[in-house]
């Protein structure tokens, strides 16, 4: 029999960007907050020896163990999904902090378009310019009122960045200048405004000078040490809610964090719930945690994990496209990429996580997609994030991928490989979904996560068109030699890292029967369960999603706050 | 200078084994005759041999059982990693020592990943699917290695030619030789990774040795901070740097 614990008022499920953003903004207001995390407690004293390529960035000594829970795939419903079993195409994050503390820091916003994606393609296309099976629908908020939460989240996290040129774009004041102009990111510039683009600095969290935030947070700059994503940052200059929100909810003496606990399920009756059901890994015991508010918060997948098993919410089934819970999972259609080799050296082992340039002019509806086969676009970017030597082996085309001729090209071409990519937007179908596997168990005998997912053709001509863009920059900058990715797309693959930018399935909406969410990230079905997280998009556009996904955590903070005054749906 | 330690020779071996210097025996690599401080001019046998490499035991085995594996990976691994003349290749960098630590350890046996039934074989795309620890897989790599040389040169994988090495090889990369559990595609992938891995990881591990895998590359290790090299437009030389201190 689980031990009831006395009730709180917020318990979080997960302690990472989302559970520390909620933890500071309800603690500082006076109530108290439980936060459950499945992984240990972390502390930036653990990121003093972490320069370690083999540790960290090959045996992701900071990501969750895959032995107790990972999730099942196959690319359709006549395909047998087998586990995950080892790292791959996306990496989560464990441990107080989350993938927080690992993440990149590079942090955009996403575009008005973005939320209104129905109502615009409609407006500017119309209806038949939706293809069948694609499950365009929009968010049931608008850029307009989630602007002032984007600005909490920069002013925290204390964003370095310029303003966007693209005509049409949304303006950002950041509140730090952008990171240093490189020979690489100068090359980039020249050669994209050659071309007629509007190029610019990729938005950084990555410090670019020491830096006090609203909540008298003081923070060091960025060394750009080369050793960012996948590590902890050893001068706290990333952001991560290790060095921002967690020691601000601390210091209230509202908030207590219980590491190693993992929660397996949301309590509720008569559709509101009552607490978490969790267990201590270090002694197998059970314990239910009462909350008058539970959030979730334990990254995208987890997220749907813990509804399903919950069941909370209806499940989507993908025959008839109704039900919510696993709907609309999208991913980022990032392989449209051109390598360039050049006669001369860059320093290319020195970088940080967020340094870059990038256009925006093919992303989003800045295009015209009249005459094109896909719809949305991508984000072209040259970064330059410290290049290390197990990972980076790249050879001009024709070479093989071993032996005396690779070792030559790859050791010669250490320091004379520059890659562009498009970061394109992943947008949902039908059959594209999330469900439990009917056969996989987690540690706790609890069903694993099924994926079905496979790249559409929206994908595959989306990265040929982006590929090529990418090539024609690459050659514009003058590399002596170029080899392009996206022409050959196949299935999706889910052993090479892509990116962690998985979103979807428990999506907002201004529509209960599509969307498990209303704009204050509330369950429609539930309304002490609030799921902030990018679950929560309707689809996945050209940028990285944390700023968004905290942009939401502020949005869902003030929702929590509403609700325990009020009571009742908030919308 | 404080004195060196003594460090025997392969030639040193050879007399007092009586076996000529510069002999190749059986065409392949001789293991287990030297020591890890070899003196550098005396790495080769034979300057006309394909793979003449040596491999010492002093660094003992933690996985490997025997000789016999051990100078099978490490001709597996060096004909991946060749010495030329850029640098030393995976046996000098001491990659079959860091393969042995790693099959040892975590890595090899699949702590961190899932390995619950029931297993089946699915697509590429869906990546690993054996019930078989990378340690079993690189075991039965290394026995089936061998069996394919003899079956295709009545030799043991390390007394065949480097050419003929690489024939079978690619064969593994292109999945047409049989394995139990795992296919050889697989088997050739994960002993690839480790190769450039052992290479270039921070020497605390037992490759990278001396640091030449990054000196080759002109890559600094660990260093604290590139706020004055990041917008130099010259290339920045940086004496490399390990994490535990050499
Ligand atoms: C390598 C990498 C690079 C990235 N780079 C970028 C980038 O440059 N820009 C960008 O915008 N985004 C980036 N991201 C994504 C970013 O990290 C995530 O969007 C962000 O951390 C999501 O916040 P979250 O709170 O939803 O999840 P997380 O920050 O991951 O936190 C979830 C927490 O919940 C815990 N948890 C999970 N399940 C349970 C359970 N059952 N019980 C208890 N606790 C649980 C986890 O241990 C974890 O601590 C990157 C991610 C990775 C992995
Ligand atoms: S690159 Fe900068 S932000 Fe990233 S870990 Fe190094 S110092 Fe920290």
């Known amino acids: 029999m689980a031990t009831k614990l006395p009730k709180t008022d917020i318990v979080l499920v997960g302690v990472g960007w989302v559970g520390g953003i909620i933890a500071a903004e309800l603690t500082k207001k006076g109530y108290k907050v439980v936060g459950i995390e499945r992984g240990k407690e972390r502390s930036t004293e653990d990121y003093f020896m972490a320069h370690d390529e083999l540790r960290y960035a090959d045996r992701k000594e900071m990501m969750q163990d895959l032995s107790k829970e990972t999730l099942t795939f196959r690319h359709n419903t006549t395909q047998r999904a087998l586990p995950y079993r080892e790292w791959g195409s996306f990496l989560i994050g464990e441990g107080t902090g989350g993938s927080g503390e690992h993440w990149n820091g590079q942090t955009f916003r ?155 399920k949301v309590l509720h009756t008569n559709g509101k719930a009552t607490g978490v059901l969790y267990v201590d890994t270090r002694t197998g015991e059970e314990f239910i945690q009462e909350a008058d508010v539970v959030v979730v918060s334990a990254y995208q997948m987890n997220n749907i994990k813990l509804l399903l098993n919950s069941q909370l919410g209806r499940p989507y089934d993908p025959v008839t496209g109704t039900g919510v819970i696993g709907r609309n999972y999208a991913y980022q259609t990032y392989l449209g990429t051109a390598v360039g080799f050049f006669d001369k050296d860059f320093n290319m082992y020195a970088g940080a996580g967020a340094l870059g340039a990038q256009i925006d002019d093919f992303n989003g509806d800045f295009f015209d997609h009249t005459d094109l086969d896909f719809l949305h676009g991508a984000t072209i970017h040259i970064t330059q ?70 790249w559409k053709d929206q994908d595959r001509q989306l990265m040929k068109f982006m590929g090529e863009k990418c090539a024609e920059i690459m050659k514009q900058m003058g590399a002596k030699e170029v080899k392009m990715t996206g022409d ?84 | 200078m404080t004195e060196k330690p003594k460090n025997y020779s392969r030639r040193d071996f050879l007399k007092t084994t009586g076996i000529a210097t510069g002999a190749l025996i059986g065409g392949g690599l001789i293991g287990g005759l030297v020591g890890l401080n070899v003196d550098k001019d005396d790495q080769h046998v034979s300057d006309t041999g394909n793979t003449n490499h040596e491999m010492g035991t002093n660094g003992g085995f933690q996985f490997f059982q025997n000789q016999r594996e051990f100078n099978v990976i490490s001709n597996a691994t060096e004909r991946i990693f060749p010495k030329d003349d850029i640098g030393p290749g995976a046996i000098d960098l001491g990659v079959p020592y860091f393969i042995d630590r790693q099959l040892a350890g975590q890595y090899g046996s699949n702590t961190k990943e899932y390995m619950q039934g029931p297993f089946a074989v699915g697509a590429k795309t869906q990546g690993y699917q054996s019930r078989l620890t990378r340690a079993s897989i690189f075991r039965q790599g290394i026995a089936v290695l061998d069996e394919e040389a003899n079956k295709r040169f009545e030799k043991g994988f390390s007394s065949i030619e480097a050419e003929q090495m690489d024939e079978i090889l690619t064969a593994f990369q292109n999945d047409e030789i049989p394995m139990t559990g795992v296919t050889s595609a697989f088997f050739f992938r994960l002993l690839r990774t480790a190769t450039l891995e052992g290479a270039y990881a921070d020497p605390m591990y037992g490759g990278n040795r001396n640091m030449d895998g990054w000196k080759m590359k002109e890559f600094p290790g660990h260093q604290m901070s590139y706020i004055n090299v990041i917008d130099k437009e010259k290339f920045q030389k940086i004496a490399p740097q390990p994490l535990g201190g050499m």
């Open chain 1, 110 to 264: 996403f575009l008005p378009y973005d939320f209104e994606i129905y109502s615009e393609t409609v407006k500017r296309y119309g209806k038949g310019k939706i293809p069948k099976g694609m499950m365009l629908q929009d968010w049931g908020i608008t850029y307009k009122e989630l602007e002032p939460y984007f600005d909490k989240f920069d002013a925290m996290t204390g964003i370095g960045g310029e303003p966007n040129p693209l005509p049409g774009s949304p303006q950002v004041k950041y509140p730090n200048p952008p990171m240093l102009e490189t020979p690489v990111t100068a090359l980039f510039k020249s050669a994209t405004k050659d071309l007629g683009y509007h190029p610019y600095h990729m938005p950084s969290n990555n410090l670019t000078q020491p830096y006090t935030n609203p909540d008298g947070i003081a923070r060091s700059a960025c060394q750009y040490c080369g050793f960012c994503e996948r590590f902890g940052c050893e001068y706290g200059a990333k952001a991560s809610p290790v060095v921002t929100v967690l020691p601000v909810a601390k210091e209230t003496g509202n908030f207590e964090v219980r590491p190693h606990c993992v929660v397996r």
């Open chain 1, 385 to 454: 994030l410290g290049d290390r030597p197990i990972a980076n082996n790249h050879v001009p085309p024709n070479v093989p991928s071993w032996g005396k001729e690779f070792k030559d090209a790859s050791v010669q071409n250490a320091n004379r490989a520059l890659i562009i990519k498009a970061q394109g937007a992943s947008l949902p179908w039908q059959d594209n979904y999330i469900d439990q596997d009917p056969t996989y168990k987690d540690a706790f005998g609890d069903p694993l996560l099924r994926m079905t997912f496979n």
């Open chain 1, 488 to 571: 050959e797309i196949g299935d999706y693959d889910i052993r090479n890292y892509q990116s962690t930018h998985n979103t979807g399935g428990v999506i907002m909406g201004a529509d209960p029967e599509t969307s498990a969410l209303n704009s204050y990230l509330q369950m429609w079905d539930c309304e002490n369960v609030f799921v902030p997280g990018a679950s929560a998009f309707a689809q996945n556009s050209g940028y990285n999603p944390t700023n968004t996904v905290g942009a939401l955590a502020y949005r869902a903070a003030e929702g929590i706050e509403k609700y325990l005054k009020t009571g009742g749906s908030l919308v």
